[in-house]
């Protein structure tokens, strides 16, 4: 059973920066796809950015510019950079991740807000 565990969620303030971590149980290698995922309160669970195993990734598009995706195989850790953040990035960030041949995971959420 693949476990994620995030990390580094937090009340910041508009303009701020935050740095979210996604620590797996197992390698990364297995892996094809890693992701973070939001939600809002009272809104559907949406992607923010992706990473694949070849290194290519995706963001949305009110993140471009702001957030970087990254992932260390090393630590087995998965990250997100977020810098410039606005209220409208508040919401409980979720780690995601697929397993070839398996299925995919999802971690326990952490939550940010943005906030003055």
Do not use: H
């Not at 740095?19 to 390698?27: I, R, V």
């Not at 559907?44 to 070849?54: L, M, N, P, W």
């Not at 963001?59 to 209220?87: C, E, H, W």
């Amino acid at each position: 059973q693949v476990q994620l565990v995030e990390s580094g969620g937090g009340l910041v303030q508009p303009g701020g920066s935050l740095t979210l971590s996604c620590a797996a149980s197992e390698t990364m290698n297995n892996f094809v796809t890693m992701g973070w995922y939001r939600q809002a309160p009272g809104k559907q669970r949406e992607a923010v950015a992706t990473i694949y195993s070849g290194g290519n990734t995706n963001y949305r598009d009110s993140v471009k510019g702001r957030f970087t995706i990254s992932r260390d195989n090393a630590k087995n850790t998965l990250y997100l950079q977020m810098n410039s953040l606005k209220p409208e990035d508040t919401g409980i960030y979720y780690c995601r991740a697929i397993l070839a041949g398996v299925g995919f995971y999802w971690g326990q959420g952490t939550q940010v807000t943005v906030s003055s």
